[in-house]
């Protein structure tokens, strides 16, 4: 028996389908976002690095958006990326408006810095 809480619905065009919810680690979470980012970067999706998190968001969407936002604020937190806020956040649709991160400073936060080249190991970290 599928166990409810371990699968999300996806809907699309022709239809939708159960994809599983796989729980992400840090240190996976990390690595899996700085793949992204990149990748994003070199579509041209982003501008000197900076990526916009919805999109970050939607390339990772097998992620649970919890999790995401955690890891993402820890990522901050170490020191390894910047969330930048919104320059003008009533000017974000609402979907990228759900999509961005509410910061524990209370403004909301719609880019992604990495701060260096390659990033240290989890373990280097708290």
């Excluded at 994809?19 to 976002?33: K, L, N, S, T, W």
């Excluded at 916009?52 to 820890?74: D, M, Y």
Aim: charged share 25%; glycine share 6%; proline share 7%.
């Amino acid at each position: 028996m599928r166990d409810e809480a371990a699968f999300r619905v996806e809907h699309t065009i022709s239809g939708s389908r159960t994809m599983p919810i796989v729980p992400v680690g840090y240190e996976q979470f990390r690595q899996m976002a700085w793949r992204a980012s990149q990748e994003i970067a070199r579509s041209g999706a982003a501008r000197r690095g900076v990526v916009a998190i919805p999109k970050l968001r939607r390339a990772l969407r097998h992620v649970p958006s919890v999790t995401f936002n955690e890891h993402l604020l820890r990522l901050e937190r170490n020191g390894l990326v910047y969330l930048i806020p919104a320059e003008s956040p009533e000017a974000l649709g609402d979907d990228d408006r759900r999509e961005c991160i509410v910061h524990p400073s209370g403004d909301l936060r719609s880019f992604v810095l990495w701060m260096g080249p390659k990033t240290p190991s989890a373990s280097s970290w708290d």
